[in-house]
């Protein structure tokens, strides 16, 4: 046998048990959940109906909800996006103790979502911390339960997702910073650029990559990846007003064992992701042109 | 050059420092619950512990076993690593270095899987696993947890691969030196920090993980910390300083390997973004 043959061979006996593997735990379950969503499904018998829990999916009005409660995650990714932003170009003027500041504001992200919702969920208790602050800063008024109370779940959510993604996001920042040359910056300096003024014409242009891998990132996690943080926090609650897609899935499947409405909705939700990974995809042969 | 000392430098000291302790504020709070009764905590959630008070520790390690579930997690996670390293690293390494045909087609198809969301393949696994009568058993979340990760590794680890000179791999194979002798010599040592930055990420982000434990592993005696502290002290208990002592146990691994080995996930991140 020839080398280059063997090469051949050798190539594909390598990569042979991953795609056997991915083939068994998620190609054939992607049929599986995609042919169950078009029946009444409780694990052992499953019975054709049709589309009827697409129909029933977009009818009862639920969906809509659900989706309202991923977009209202989905529109503040651009509040994270501009904090990281901020913090990196004040990390990256290296005043005394950055490194140390960079290394703290990683330790929220490197913890489970279980820890940060649980962690948070007793600071804005009833009785808890926040409150606490609040009173002692004579601010009763502004006293709430705020899990309890739709818009206030939002706030606390979005600042647990917050504290979590800063880490994140100063770190890719900054690695997107160390490809500006510091002559772009001296030569700003010399033609009269103020600071703001070098934020917005050197550094942002230079990060736009780096910004939309950023973007693209949490728009994915804020639909595939909010289970573990809705799980600790309202639970999906109160009612079903903080639930977004995946939370939802997760209830039907498990607690009331509704498989083949779950299977819909997973279905639905891959469908989502396929159409933001496809924009991404078209943006980004975009720009390296 | 810059002044070590000016009035905007010690502005932006004082930004980053204020953003400082709000990153910090809610684990000191974690810490210093740990030490009150839950009488002290309902009283005054926000002081500092008066007394140093260890019985939540004590209930923790006696009624709750957390060495148990420490070594449940442990188990899975070492478990998760063998597989997904065992399939990731042959398969990176033919994907940056051996010529065979489709090669770049199946790596695409490869990535591609990375963009499909996880739940979408819970339920058809969680039937297969009660099938095959793995539920509350390990092999379960080993299986799922190494399997799922294989397209990110291979494609971190590839992406690694490829900066490996080509002329040191050539000599080997023209000497006439088998697959094994070129892996275990050449490319294994060379890899050794990608392979560090993968695992420490598989490992913290599966020590994390609440779902994929949760659905597979039911009984409060296979389950893993995480899921332990969330559906037994988060679910059920108003005890807030025992919650929250349960929370620093489990955050104490992940915080450890960050602060012993964030060298390795700083680059892990800054692949990503930069590919």
Redesign the interface.
């Known amino acids: 046998m020839n080398?280059?043959k063997r090469?051949?061979?050798?190539?594909?006996f390598?990569?042979l048990?991953?795609?056997v593997?991915?083939a068994?735990?998620?190609g054939?379950?992607?049929f599986?959940?995609f042919y169950?969503s078009f029946t009444n499904w409780d694990?052992l018998n499953a019975d054709w109906i049709g589309l009827e829990n697409y129909r029933d999916i977009f009818t009862d009005g639920q969906i809509w909800k659900l989706l309202r409660n991923n977009l209202i995650f989905l529109i503040s990714i651009p509040g994270i996006l501009f904090i990281s932003l901020i913090?990196t170009v004040?990390?990256y003027?290296?005043?005394?103790?950055?490194k140390?500041?960079r290394?703290?504001?990683?330790?929220?992200t490197?913890?489970?979502?279980?820890?940060?919702g649980?962690?948070?969920k007793?600071?804005f208790?009833q009785?808890?911390?926040f409150n606490?602050?609040l009173r002692s800063l004579g601010l009763e008024s502004l006293i709430v339960d705020w899990l309890n109370v739709v818009p206030t779940a939002f706030m606390v959510l979005i600042f647990c997702f917050y504290?979590q993604t800063?880490?994140?996001g100063t770190?890719?920042f900054l690695?997107?910073m160390s490809t500006i040359t510091t002559d772009m910056f001296e030569a700003a300096r010399i033609d009269g650029a103020g600071w703001w003024q070098r934020l917005w014409r050197i550094t942002i242009p230079s990060l736009v990559p780096?910004i939309f891998?950023?973007t693209i990132?949490n728009v994915?996690f804020v639909?595939?990846g909010l289970?573990?943080l809705i799980?600790?926090v309202t639970g999906g609650g109160p009612g079903y007003e903080t639930t977004p897609i995946?939370y939802m899935?997760?209830l039907k499947?498990?607690t009331t064992g509704e498989?083949g409405f779950?299977?819909a909705l997973?279905?639905v939700?891959?469908a989502i992701?396929?159409v933001i990974?496809w924009i991404q995809l078209r943006l980004s042969d975009k720009w390296s042109e | 050059m810059k002044p070590w000392f000016s009035l905007h430098r010690a502005l932006i000291f004082i930004i980053l420092l204020l953003v400082a302790c709000l990153s910090l504020y809610p684990l000191i709070y974690m810490a210093a619950s740990s030490l009150k009764t839950s009488m002290e905590f309902i009283e005054d959630p926000a002081g500092l512990p008066k007394t140093l008070y260890f019985d939540n520790f004590k209930a923790l390690f006696y009624r709750f076993d957390v060495l148990l579930l420490f070594g449940n997690t442990a188990v899975c996670v070492a478990g998760g690593l063998v597989i997904t390293l065992a399939v990731s690293i042959p398969a990176s390494f033919a994907f940056a270095k051996l010529r065979f045909r489709w090669r770049s087609a199946l790596y695409i198809i490869l990535i591609a899987t990375m963009t499909i969301p996880g739940i979408t393949f819970l339920i058809p696994n969680y039937l297969l696993m009660s099938k095959l009568g793995w539920i509350d058993h390990f092999i379960s979340v080993i299986v799922i947890w190494g399997v799922t990760s294989i397209p990110g590794n291979v494609f971190l680890l590839t992406s690694l691969m490829r900066g490996m000179p080509n002329e040191l791999l050539e000599a080997v194979k023209i000497d006439g030196g088998n697959y094994w002798h070129l892996m275990g010599r050449i490319v294994l040592p060379m890899s050794i920090p990608g392979i560090m930055t993968v695992g420490i990420f598989n490992a913290t982000g599966w020590w994390n993980d609440l779902l994929t434990p949760l659905i597979y592993l039911q009984s409060d005696a296979t389950k893993t910390m995480t899921v332990a502290v969330a559906t037994i002290l988060g679910r059920f208990s108003s005890d807030y300083p025992l919650l929250l002592t349960g929370l620093l146990l489990t955050s104490i691994p992940p915080i450890l390997i960050y602060i012993l080995l964030q060298g390795f996930i700083r680059k892990g991140l800054v692949i990503g973004a930069v590919k």
């Open positions: 080398l280059a090469e051949h061979w050798l190539g594909c390598s990569v048990p991953a795609f593997l991915l068994i735990f998620m054939y379950p992607i599986n959940t169950h694990g913090v004040l990390l003027e290296e005043v005394a103790g950055w140390f500041f290394s703290v504001y990683y330790l929220p490197i913890l489970s979502a279980v820890v940060v649980f962690l948070m007793t600071i208790s009785g808890g911390n606490v602050l504290w800063l880490g994140q770190l890719i690695s997107g780096t891998y950023f990132t994915i639909f595939v289970f573990g799980y600790s995946d899935i997760y499947a498990f498989f779950a299977s997973s279905v939700l891959f992701v396929i990974s």
